[in-house]
């Protein structure tokens, strides 16, 4: 698609936007509607557009695959790791009460925690498939008009 | 919605059929903002019209892009979907009406939740606490399918491509 | 008050039937999944449907005492979609390797190659 000059500019400009409302749903998701699968979502929608526009190879450059790959498995991690975390410090599985000091601070400390975790692993699983599709046909941003 | 499904159903050109599921994702989103459901719709319009649309298109380039004019009998099919969607039409004649407030399905769990919430997580959106809170368990599960599901993506597709790098370096 | 009524489920159980038709009539792998998914947004849709309070509120808490929609609906179709779509990749992967396999992806093929080898 790099002959598309309109695609290329308005892309360019959108990017960023669409990297900084992902951040906004991913950390306002407690107040307002949003949270980590949307977040995610929208977040991996920022880099599949790039990779759509630039080409896989540009967008590989920028986030290289094995941390990606990284990512799959961090916010699983940090998800189950809470869960021990709680465990450790005397409460139940998945019960962030006592991480803090009182229970509904702890909860909140929880929920964020575990929202993180959750944007990390869908973002990183949509965009890591995103490129295994890709990675099959290296012809698809010529292809895809 | 129903137009969209009808054109899925005539047309043969996968092109077409993958642009249309996309608005048909995008007329649900809107649907889902009139009954409340803003988390919902978020990520409806960004899951399914977005994503989804574009790893269809992904298999598209792959795959070919014409569906081949089916030759087989759709009687029966037709005939199975009629009876089993004329059992669940009968089935709602016992429903309670839509925005009922004295439906079943508000009386048990939820006024809990909605009461409660607030004091006991302070967090103000009641789906992000529930989702992440009370129903803990069941988010870890659906984060561990998706897990699942990309590393059986990977497998499946990149093992080709793992040859092919090796011939690269050969080459090089 | 009357008017929505039942109105919404048969919509629903419509667009349930199509998904399904389309999944058994069709013999193209790809338009499966189309109907597949277009099943699966019918179950989303139902459940917000039964979500729904009349003059309810999103479930976000604010001032005054307004009336929320139920909450419990949302948290569970929204990880659905989401697995929904990790799923849907899931099979299109398998159609890719389905067609470098066969070289088709219509199921009539695949079965004559079956039955030929």
């Known amino acids: 698609m790099s002959h598309h000059l309109v695609v290329r500019v308005v892309s360019k400009l959108l990017i960023p936007f669409i990297l900084l409302f992902g951040l906004y749903v991913q950390f306002h998701g407690d107040f307002g509607p949003g949270g980590g699968f949307q977040a995610g979502v929208i977040f991996a929608a920022g880099f599949i557009l790039y990779a759509l526009v630039y080409g896989l190879d540009n967008a590989k450059r920028i986030i290289p695959e094995k941390y990606i790959r990284a990512g799959v498995a961090l916010g699983l991690l940090i998800f189950a790791g809470t869960g021990v975390a709680s465990l450790l410090m005397g409460g139940n599985y998945l019960d962030y009460s006592v991480l803090a000091e009182e229970a ?13 975790g959750v944007g990390l692993t869908v973002a990183s699983v949509m ?12 012809q698809i941003d010529e292809k895809e008009e | 919605m129903v137009l969209t499904v009808l054109l899925i159903i005539r047309l ?5 059929i993958v642009m249309l599921s996309g608005i048909f994702s995008l007329l649900a989103a809107t649907f889902f903002v009139v009954v409340d459901g803003v988390d919902v719709a978020f990520t409806e319009a960004a899951v399914g019209a977005g994503i989804s649309t574009v790893l269809m298109l992904g298999a598209l380039m792959l795959c070919g892009r014409t569906e081949k004019i089916p030759d087989r009998k759709t009687v029966l099919p037709l005939l199975v979907a009629v009876v089993t969607g004329a059992a669940l039409v009968y089935g709602t ?19 809990r939740y909605i009461n409660d919430s607030l004091a006991e997580t302070s967090v103000p959106n009641m789906v992000t606490a529930v989702l992440a809170s009370y129903r803990g368990y069941d988010t870890l599960g659906e984060v561990a399918v998706i897990f699942t599901a990309g590393i059986g993506v990977l497998v499946l597709l990149s093992r080709i491509k793992l040859g092919r790098r090796k011939e690269d370096e050969d080459a090089a | 008050m009357e008017w929505p009524g039942l109105y919404n489920y048969w919509i629903v159980i419509f667009l349930m039937m199509a998904g399904l038709y389309i ?18 947004v019918s179950v989303f849709v139902f459940y917000l449907t039964m979500g729904k309070v009349s003059g309810g509120t999103a479930p976000i808490v604010i ?15 929204l990880t659905a979609i989401v697995v929904g779509v990790a799923t849907l990749a899931l099979g299109l992967a398998l159609i890719v390797r389905i067609k470098e396999s066969y070289g088709t992806i219509e199921e009539d093929d695949i079965e004559k190659q079956e039955t030929d080898a």
């Open chain 1, 104 to 116: 509904p601070k702890g909860q909140h400390l929880g929920i964020f925690v575990v929202e993180f």
């Open chain 1, 127 to 138: 965009i890591v498939i995103f490129f295994a599709f890709a990675g099959r046909d290296h």
């Open chain 2, 12 to 16: 043969h050109n996968l092109f077409a």
């Open chain 2, 93 to 111: 004649l016992d429903m309670p009406y839509y925005g009922d407030p004295e439906a079943p399905i508000h009386q048990h769990v939820a006024p």
């Open chain 3, 23 to 40: 999944v058994m009539a069709r013999a193209n792998l790809i338009k499966k999944m189309v109907g597949l998914s277009i099943f699966q």
């Open chain 3, 63 to 77: 001032d005054g005492d307004p009336v929320y929609s139920n909450p419990l609906p949302h948290v569970l179709i």
